[in-house]
């Protein structure tokens, strides 16, 4: 038996997997987001140990003699986040967090400081990434950063909670800036130039590696026995493709989380960050991956849910899909937390136009649907200018449930996507994987297999044809807009 946890940025998931690769047990726990200024995006990472207990608690409360028998647990997480830890190894702030565009200022220095730093670190410098929220902290919290004896990513304060181990793996270390992906090693120019000393990161290891194994007092509250292994784990973006078997060259998925990305793996550093892909390394040995990011995804359709006063998400989708007759007349650009691919703007924001008198609740919720699927469409034409495509993505994330709104992607896309047998499992299904090949229970070809298709989603022709002039107008309206954010 194996543990996945996944540290997510709207809940933190944990769920039991077997020798077969069968899901026993799973349990989510809900966590905030704090946004006190504009453009911040924080969560304090005490939340996400205390829901991590929790999540587990549950489980055991119904699967004890399941929860008995794991022998390792994977770890996986949102990317990109700063925990900083004092002398205690304490917090000494809440986390700043993937989708914050605070740093933009920094990002510029950072890559005036290094100018060949995107060739190594795989993608140009963002707000979201590490580095430059660390050189946001020297500026404008020097008590905090003076103090600061280690910085770790999100999953990794959970691994030092577990196993009292301060560890990183590569998939998640390519997300800061400070990694040279082609060799798996810290860049120490990188570490350099925002402030630091190697010393305060933590060690690397693959994915699927042994980083620890788990404390006896957590061991004892679960019942479990005394040698369980920490496995290296991953970034929610690798994690994801180990899940969705994502480990040979030209396999990808799209996932449809918070946020959403294209992902097509690769079995050599391929970097383009002219085209703002992200080419970093995979959970496990020798493999990369190249990765159109978006940082908006299902985000949009549950904002426009609370909007609108609807709790139902199912039901509102049926609605919305009993009055779809053609493509919306209303336009929806979802850059709710900013975008990466293909803008690198932190400043963009969500805008409906086209707003008449006659607009209905579904009429809105249609036009965020296709929004989201027209930024996917965006994003992957990055991806085929650089070269990189796939047969057949995949879709997980909690997006992929909708087969109505699954469709309407591959339709504005013109790919089809592939909807896997009993939903989609994601990040911490992966990390559960990797958990296993850290107990050497298998090769990565035995464990990290594709899940069963259920259904492939062909592209309508006919509709295809209907989106492309929106889509040109997606594209337009944003051009015309891009310089407006900043002046808000």
């Not at 909708?402 to 339709?411: E, K, N, P, R, V």
């Not at 994601?426 to 958990?435: D, E, S, W, Y």
């Amino acid at each position: 038996m194996f543990m996945g946890i996944d540290v997510g940025t709207s809940a933190v998931k944990a769920l039991l997997m077997d020798d077969t690769s069968t899901i026993v047990a799973e349990a989510d726990i809900a966590l905030s987001l704090s946004n006190p200024h504009p453009y911040w995006s924080e969560q304090n990472p005490a939340d996400w140990w205390e829901a991590t207990l929790q999540a587990i608690d549950l489980i055991m409360a119904d699967n004890a003699s399941a929860l008995a028998q794991v022998r390792a647990i994977g770890l996986s997480g949102q990317m990109h986040g700063a925990v900083v830890l004092g002398a205690d190894d304490t917090p000494l702030r809440p986390a700043i967090l993937w989708n914050d565009g605070r740093a933009k200022a920094e990002c510029d220095e950072l890559e005036a400081a290094l100018p060949g730093l995107a060739l190594r670190a795989g993608v140009v410098a963002m707000p979201g990434m590490t580095a430059p929220k660390i050189m946001w902290l020297r500026k404008h919290e020097p008590d905090v950063f003076e103090a600061v004896r280690t910085i770790l990513l999100p999953k990794d304060y959970i691994r030092l909670h577990l196993c009292g181990e301060k560890a990183t793996e590569m998939s998640d270390a390519a997300g800061t800036l400070w990694l040279d992906e082609e060799t798996r090693a810290w860049n120490p120019d990188a570490i350099a130039a925002t402030g630091l000393n190697a010393d305060q990161l933590p060690p690397l290891f693959e994915g699927s590696d042994a980083t620890g194994t788990l404390r006896p007092e957590l061991a004892a509250r679960w019942g479990m026995g005394k040698n369980v292994v920490i496995a290296g784990g991953g970034g929610d973006a690798a994690t994801g493709g180990i899940g969705a078997g994502a480990v040979t060259h030209g396999d990808g998925f799209i996932s449809l989380g918070t946020s959403s990305q294209l992902f097509v793996a690769s079995d050599r550093y391929r970097p383009k960050p002219e085209l703002l892909l992200h080419s970093f390394a995979h959970a496990v040995p020798d493999r990369w991956f190249q990765m159109a990011v978006l940082l908006n995804g299902a985000s949009c359709l549950a904002w426009v849910a609370k909007m609108l006063g609807e709790t139902n998400i199912a039901d509102l989708l049926a609605r919305t899909e009993a009055q779809h007759k053609k493509p919306s007349d209303l336009m929806f650009l979802p850059y709710l937390s900013g975008e990466r691919t293909p803008h690198n703007n932190p400043y963009a924001r969500g805008v409906f136009f086209g707003l008449g008198t006659n607009t209905t609740r579904d009429h809105m919720v249609q036009a965020v649907l296709e929004g989201v699927a027209f930024a996917l469409a965006d994003a992957q034409s990055c991806l085929h200018a650089a070269g990189t495509h796939c047969a057949l993505p995949g879709v997980i994330g909690g997006g992929a449930r909708s087969l109505y709104w699954t469709q309407m992607i591959a339709d504005i896309m013109g790919t089809p996507l592939a909807r896997y047998q009993g939903g989609a499992k994601g990040p911490a299904f992966g990390a559960a994987r990797l958990a296993r090949l850290a107990v050497k229970d298998g090769t990565i070809a035995d464990v990290c297999t594709p899940p069963v298709i259920e259904n492939v989603l062909k592209p309508d022709a006919h509709r295809h044809e209907q989106y492309l002039p929106r889509m040109a107008k997606f594209r337009r309206l944003y051009d015309a807009l891009a310089d407006e954010f900043q002046d808000r």
